[in-house]
């Protein structure tokens, strides 16, 4: 009886801000489920013996082992049983892309819809945070007297020092912004992920006694070569995928053309939506156009609606399907009035005599075969050529390697893409004692891989720092 | 840590601080900036690197006082600390034996030269300065200068001190003169780097300029300082800040430094009442503090 009840085949809808009032504010948009709510989901789990979905999370956290806690009503174990092997719950409870992960191969998702488990971590992440403290620090273990450099205080470089930590080991974070974060802060937006709850999981892994120095560039204040011959037994690069991609289409460089990164930026890390209380300006187009149909485009449609900018257009080379951004932060987009201009291709942009933004020439594209990354191979439709009434666009194409690390550390061996060349494994790099992960190896992807890749380096550095001597 | 140690005017609109920063210190070369934030409200932005004193662990640095947030920065005294100074960004100056090379520098570009006419002068370079002003009040750093060149030319637009013109004019002459030189280094307003390099272009002399774009991080991540070099665009940050001045499109450059105006006028706005309230009430604290003592 009690499995029939429990194969429920709906989902705990989670609460949202209403779109109409959401579009003009910086608030988080999803709210949170209430205890009962928490409950109510965590009874559709099956707590299976063999569960799929673990082997679907790249931290390999007991998801059926924390959920049972909170059918039990356990909130506190539940964040504990998290936490023992992701230092970032409330982190990724709101951004990881649970539907391509752990919920794709929970045996519910077959019979209609998966355990909502991102929304679950969520919930048990925030209610510890309103609790104060009911996770127990890990006990103090002894020191091993070795010491590691993290390059970079973003969702992989947090990840390994937190685990190194954990071990005994002492940890720097170094950092290049004046926050630690890295792509949490400057590049995802507060109404997806308040920067609260990135301070809340960064005073986490200081806690564990990791050291953190901001304004820091490794490259230029010190190399790694300095770090290793300094006082560093080992180093982890995961300084991230850094300099956005532009089209090179003419008229790039107008002004009202922004980079992704540079408008996220503006935005996040700088509170530019603050402006004048903060100081750093954000131009805000009356009508935007924004290329791509990745997750940071849909941030950056989205924080242009809440910005005041009037039409948000996001243009796309390809069709619906092959929007690469996740399903949820489509429609949290759609319904928040941003329209999309799918099939259409910028050729130019067009600009006034001061060099400002005054339009954008597209060409609509069709679906052409299959490309080597399996998608529908988009088209350009002879003579279709139109101009997009816009004054703002924004680019949000990708971005590709920053070479200042990898330029700076000789015999360090990178790919002709420039990102740094690992083990996928244990993230060990060509130069001894040296390993990276995240961004900087893959490529711009999630968070979720990124702190993945640090999971799996922090074990790798630790066996490493064992074998050697005096340890 | 980032502690101002020093605090001194050179003209009405520029002011010099030394800046506690012993890494930086240490590791900076000519050519090379810090990116600076005056508080948690702050805004990121670019400052050029003037000198450095590596045994006492301080910067230099010179502001001219432009808009908000250099206004603001103006009114901190010796012993405030800037809330954030990350750096040394950007590539260092090519300094090597070019033979002999014009270091030419107009308002507050003269801070910018000086570290590179130091570096060239070092590298074993015949230094030839040209630095200009508006105004000879507004003239800064004529005796470091001069200090590390061989031979100094000094113009004001006015005419009020050194030489009456601008300082293509006097390179202009030097040229004229028969001066064989090997490599120009131009640091100034943009429409001073245009106009030195089209001079130096029909004489067919390499030139270096270095670019004041907009900036937010420094270090290549969000393309704000974008710049077209030769067709192609290029970032200050990262790629510069020094470019071959005969590639550069100054007109784009120029376009771009103007983006922020209407904002820009609107933080100085409410920044100038802001600091009006603090100076009413100080005074007003003041004069109630004389009457206690008297």
């Not at chain 1, 519910?108 to 488990?117: N, S």
């Not at chain 2, 409410?270 to 206690?292: H, I, Y």
């Amino acid at each position: 009886m009690a499995e029939k009840k429990k194969l429920s085949l709906k989902r705990e809808p989670m609460p949202r801000q209403d779109p109409k009032l959401r579009a003009h504010n910086f608030s988080e948009v999803a709210l949170g489920y209430s205890p009962e709510q928490a409950i109510k989901e965590a009874a559709r789990c099956l707590t299976c013996k063999k569960p799929r979905c673990v082997p679907g999370c790249p931290v390999e956290v007991d998801i059926p082992g924390f959920i049972r806690w909170i059918q039990e009503g356990d909130f506190a174990k539940a964040v504990q049983t998290i936490k023992a092997t992701n230092c970032l719950p409330a982190v990724c409870g709101r951004v990881c892309p649970q539907e391509d992960q752990c919920e794709k191969l929970c045996v519910l998702a077959k019979k209609g819809a998966p355990v909502a488990i991102g929304r679950l971590e969520r919930f048990v992440a925030d209610y510890e945070a309103q609790q104060g403290c009911c996770v127990q620090v890990p006990k103090e273990v002894p020191s091993t007297g070795k010491r590691v450099a993290v390059v970079g205080a973003g969702p992989s470089g947090l990840t390994v020092a937190g685990d190194l930590a954990k071990l005994g080991h002492s940890v720097t974070i170094f950092e290049a912004l004046h926050e630690p974060g890295g792509v949490l802060v400057y590049g995802i937006p507060e109404f997806r992920l308040p920067k609260a709850i990135v301070q809340r999981e960064v005073d986490f892994v200081k806690s564990l006694g990791a050291e953190l120095k901001t304004s820091f560039v490794i490259g230029h204040l010190q190399t790694v070569d300095e770090l290793m011959d300094g006082e560093y037994d080992a180093v982890y690069l995961g300084n991230g995928a850094g300099l956005p991609y532009f089209m090179n289409i003419p008229g790039e460089n107008l002004n009202g053309v922004y980079s992704a990164n540079e408008f996220l930026t503006r935005s996040n890390l700088m509170r530019a939506y603050k402006f004048p209380e903060y100081d750093t300006p954000i131009k805000v187009g009356r009508k935007v156009a924004v290329v791509g149909g990745g997750n940071v485009a849909m941030d950056s449609c989205r924080t242009a609606l809440r910005l005041g900018s009037e039409e948000v257009l996001c243009v796309y080379r390809r069709s619906r399907v092959e929007l690469p951004a996740r399903q949820e932060e489509i429609e949290n987009a759609e319904e928040e009035g941003v329209q999309f201009k799918l099939l259409n291709n910028p050729v130019r942009i067009l600009g006034d005599d001061e060099g400002w933004v005054t339009g954008m020439e597209c060409i609509r594209m069709e679906l052409g075969e299959p490309d080597e990354s399996g998608r529908r191979r988009p088209v350009p439709v002879k003579g279709s050529e139109f101009i997009m009434d816009v004054d703002q666009v924004i680019v949000a194409i990708g971005q590709g390697a920053n070479p200042l690390v990898a330029s700076t550390t000789p015999g360090l061996e990178i790919n002709k893409w420039g990102y740094i060349v690992a083990d996928s494994t244990t993230g060990a790099t060509s130069r001894k004692g040296v390993y990276a992960g995240g961004d900087i190896v893959t490529g711009a992807a999630t968070v979720i891989l990124a702190m993945g890749a640090g999971r799996d380096a922090a074990r790798a550095i630790d066996a490493y720092l064992r074998e050697q001597k005096g340890c | 840590m980032n502690e101002i140690v020093l605090k001194k005017m050179l003209s009405p609109e520029i002011k010099l601080y030394k800046i506690r920063s012993p890494l930086i210190a240490k590791k900076r070369k000519a050519g090379q900036f810090v990116v600076v934030r005056l508080d948690q409200k702050g805004e990121r932005f670019p400052l050029t690197i003037a000198d450095s004193d590596p045994r006492e662990g301080t910067i230099t640095l010179v502001v001219q006082e432009v808009g908000m947030t250099t206004k603001k920065m103006g009114l901190l005294k010796e012993g405030d600390v800037l809330w954030d100074v990350v750096g040394p960004l950007g590539k260092p100056t090519e300094t090597e034996k070019f033979g002999t090379v014009v270091c030419i520098g107009g308002g507050v570009g003269n801070a910018v030269v000086y570290p590179i006419a130091k570096a060239m002068k070092a590298a074993g370079n015949r230094v030839i300065s040209i630095i200009g002003a508006r105004t000879k009040g507004l003239l800064i750093l004529e005796e470091e200068n001069r200090a590390v060149s061989d031979e100094i030319h000094v113009t004001t637009d006015d005419g009020s001190y050194g030489k009456h013109g601008f300082v293509t004019d006097e390179l202009a002459g030097l040229l004229k003169d028969g001066l064989q030189v090997d490599l120009v280094v131009a640091i100034g307003p943009a429409i001073m780097m245009k106009a030195v390099c089209d001079l130096t272009k029909s004489h067919n002399i390499r030139t270096i300029v270095s670019l004041n774009s907009i900036m937010v991080d420094g270090t290549g991540m969000c393309g704000a300082c974008r710049v077209e070099v030769g067709g192609k665009t290029r970032f200050a940050c990262v790629d510069g800040p020094e470019f071959d001045g005969h590639q550069v499109d100054f007109d784009l450059l120029v376009a771009r430094l103007r983006m922020y105006l209407p904002e820009e006028k609107r933080a100085m706005e409410a920044f100038e009442e802001e600091v009006g309230e603090r100076l009413t009430k100080q005074a007003a604290s003041d004069s109630s503090a004389g009457e206690d003592h008297g």
